[in-house]
């Protein structure tokens, strides 16, 4: 069965620091990749996604990731986090050809200003 | 474009009681979902329709919860009768899907619903 992992439940960095949040999944085929960000006491919005092309991806708010095949990874980072990034961020994962979208644990992001 | 639209965005209700929630897709989307998300399971699939019909309910928890897609641009989710167990944010996503393609999901606000 398709899974996806995400290593840390919970984050805390300071203001300015570099952020990477880690994100596997377990499917050998064709994969659509997607990383959302839930606001505290909001909806889930969508922060980026990867279909194909580039494996780097960039999204909204400064936000990149890295889609690397060989690692069936999909590494969501920041280069300079603000106060106002504190949420929690699901990475999430459907076969190609699949309505079904499978959902990481989420991160749990802290900023401390 | 106003998004996925619920209703209501908070509910409180005493256990034994019928719950209906509320969700009209972004317009032109065609694949529509309920999702159920707590502290404890993180976010569940509950069902998803695809023109209307759905497909996967398989993630229903009981025969208690029941959802409808009467049209396009409207659907319900039921508890009947609810339980505080079932207390937990209910969100609607639609997304537009094409042939075998499918495109990233757009959440609605989301239902708070606390059963005492």
């Known amino acids: 069965a398709q899974s996806v992992s995400q290593h840390n439940h919970h984050v805390i960095l300071s203001e300015a620091a570099s952020l990477e949040l880690g994100c596997n999944y377990s499917y050998g085929g064709t994969v659509n990749l997607f990383w959302y960000v839930q606001y505290p006491g909001q909806h889930l919005q969508l922060l980026l996604k990867?279909?194909?092309?580039d494996p780097l991806v960039k999204g909204i708010k400064g936000f990149e990731a890295e889609f690397i095949k060989s690692k069936f990874s999909f590494n969501l980072r920041k280069p300079s986090v603000q106060w106002s990034d504190t949420a929690e961020y699901f990475c999430?994962?459907?076969?190609?050809?699949?309505?079904?979208?499978?959902w990481g644990a989420g991160t749990k992001l802290i900023i401390k200003p | 474009d106003a998004g996925v639209i619920q209703s209501p965005r908070h509910e409180v209700t005493e256990m034994g009681q019928e719950v209906t929630l509320r969700c009209k897709p972004i317009s032109g989307h065609n694949s529509l979902f309920w999702y159920r998300q707590t502290m404890m399971r993180g976010l569940e699939l509950l069902i998803y329709?695809?023109?209307?019909?759905?497909?996967?309910d398989s993630g229903m928890p009981e025969d208690r919860f029941s959802a409808k897609m009467p049209n396009a641009s409207f659907s319900t989710l039921k508890i009947q009768p609810s339980e505080p167990r079932d207390s937990a944010v209910y969100f609607c996503a639609s997304s537009l899907s094409r042939g075998s393609s499918y495109n990233e999901q757009f959440f609605g606000p989301g239902t708070r619903l606390t059963v005492l």
């Open positions: 999430a994962v459907n076969a190609a050809s699949n309505y079904q979208l499978i």
């Open positions: 329709f695809n023109n209307n019909v759905p497909i996967d």
């Open positions: 990867y279909f194909s092309g």
